[in-house]
């Protein structure tokens, strides 16, 4: 790393405004190796990292470009079935209705202000009196407020607007895809998944508009309006479905793109990641984790999911240590200056490592296996007792530590004192 002094480090850089290219070795089709270096890009130089582990987590294109790179574009070299599965990158499929509004009183606007519900909805559609498609999507109601997408549909002029809106779990397409141009940027092609009730769902969608925007009109009088020529005039009927104009939002809208490097189904089916988010191609040591590793777009926002995708992983690359309280009376009667040990520095004891613990107080240490303590009296530091911590233990100390040597009590008490006073002292003294 560079050091503020200006110098380097043989073994740690930091190299800042860097793009990850691809991973290196590349892989071969039908083996699992280990990556060994992240080649990174600053300016026009490369500049190649070695790796142990990596995590890559660039976003559901570039993560998957990344990917394509460390191949030179040819999916098939990391093995069979690989490009069926890799590169689906989809968006939420989502529907809204739009409509401009006028209050009864227009100063009564600011009154009412901008109101937003949002609920999940269940789908049930039927075919032949059977449930075909019990699935949720997120449904909006919003009223004066630009909180909510499409925010394209939201022309009023001056009126305010209120809106209904869907958005719908959306399964990845097979037809959608990620490749390289010739300057190896990713390009994406994106379209839906076939929905086969779709129509259905465009009719529920459609009827809960209708029922939502009249309940709106009896709750709070206000009047829809429709355009006319250059104006808006308030609708003075009840709103039908045929006033309803479904409108689709289109891919990129939500800017939750995801699914190109995909865990399995749920059925634990496919998946270019396993359910750990472990690469199951080409290389055995990296994980993805970002939305490209989402199975299909659920119909929310997805950041929370994705926060704690990523907190599962780290946990599993890097255990948790399994810490545990210990607590230290004093019940000897004197002050007393308190050391802990830290017999592996990956997992030290949380706490001061040395305490003057006063007479009938405790102390709770946090450690993850056996630790020691050295117990010093706080006037003389030339002698210790010694106890072991044990994590979810008690410790009592119960006696005075011991007296220091007599000799080195004369000298303390003479006037050439040659060895530490109290604990400070001999801190003190061994650092110099
Ligand atoms: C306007 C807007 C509003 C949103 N609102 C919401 C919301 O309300 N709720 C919600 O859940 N989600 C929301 N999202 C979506 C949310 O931002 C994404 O879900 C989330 O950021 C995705 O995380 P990610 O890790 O997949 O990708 P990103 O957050 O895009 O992270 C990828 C990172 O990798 C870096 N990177 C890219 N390529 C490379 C490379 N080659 N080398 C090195 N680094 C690279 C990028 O600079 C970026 O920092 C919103 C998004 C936008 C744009």
Redesign the pocket.
């Known amino acids: 790393m560079d050091n503020p002094d200006g110098q380097t480090d043989k073994n740690f850089r930091t190299i800042l405004n860097t793009?990850?290219v691809r991973l290196e070795p590349e892989p071969k089709p039908g083996q699992v190796t280990s990556a060994t270096h992240v080649v990174v890009k600053h300016g026009d130089k490369e500049f190649k990292i070695a790796c142990k582990q990596a995590i890559v987590?660039?976003?559901?294109v570039?993560s998957g470009a990344?990917l394509l790179r460390s191949v030179g574009g040819d999916t098939r070299k990391f093995g069979d079935g690989f490009s069926e599965i890799f590169g689906h990158v989809t968006d939420h499929r989502s529907f809204g209705v739009a409509m401009p509004f006028f209050c009864r009183n227009m100063a009564e606007r600011k009154t009412i202000g901008g109101i937003k519900v949002t609920s999940p909805m269940k789908f049930n559609i039927t075919r032949n009196g059977e449930v075909v498609d019990d699935s949720v999507s997120l449904c909006v109601v919003a009223l004066d407020t630009i909180s909510f997408l499409p925010r394209d549909d939201l022309t009023g002029g001056d009126l305010p607007v209120g809106l209904v809106s869907w958005i719908l779990p959306t399964t990845l397409s097979p037809r959608n895809s990620i490749e390289l141009n010739d300057k190896n940027e990713p390009r994406i092609s994106v379209d839906w998944a076939d929905d086969p009730y779709l129509e259905e769902k465009k009719e529920v969608m459609r009827d809960f508009a209708v029922e939502a925007m009249n309940k709106v009109v009896k709750v709070l009088g206000i009047r829809w309006a429709e355009l006319k020529g250059d104006d808006y005039y308030p609708i003075l009927r009840d709103i039908e479905a045929a006033d309803i104009v479904l409108r689709p939002t289109g891919p990129g809208t939500w800017?939750?793109e995801q699914g190109s490097i995909p865990m399995p189904n749920r059925n634990l089916e496919g998946g270019v990641v396993d359910e750990h988010l472990r690469m199951k191609y080409g290389w055995n040591n990296i994980s993805v984790c970002?939305?490209?590793v989402f199975p299909y777009s659920a119909a929310s926002?997805?950041?929370?999911t994705?926060a704690a995708l990523a907190l599962r992983l780290s946990d599993e690359l890097v255990p948790e240590p399994n810490y545990r309280p210990v607590t230290v009376y004093n019940v000897c009667g004197q002050d007393v200056d308190v050391v802990v040990d830290a017999s592996k520095r990956s997992t030290p004891p949380f706490g001061p490592q040395r305490l003057t613990l006063q007479a009938g107080k405790n102390h709770t240490w946090k450690i993850t296996q056996q630790e020691a303590i050295l117990i010093f009296s706080c006037q003389h530091a030339m002698s210790y007792d010694l106890q072991f911590l044990v994590p979810g233990g008690k410790n009592l100390i119960i006696d005075q530590p011991p007296a220091p040597p007599l000799d080195a009590q004369c000298s303390c008490s003479g006037v050439e004192v040659s060895g530490p006073q109290t604990l400070q002292d001999r801190i003190s003294l061994e650092a110099e």
């Open positions: 793009t990850v987590c660039a976003g559901t570039e990344i800017a939750h970002d939305l490209s926002n997805p950041t929370l994705l």
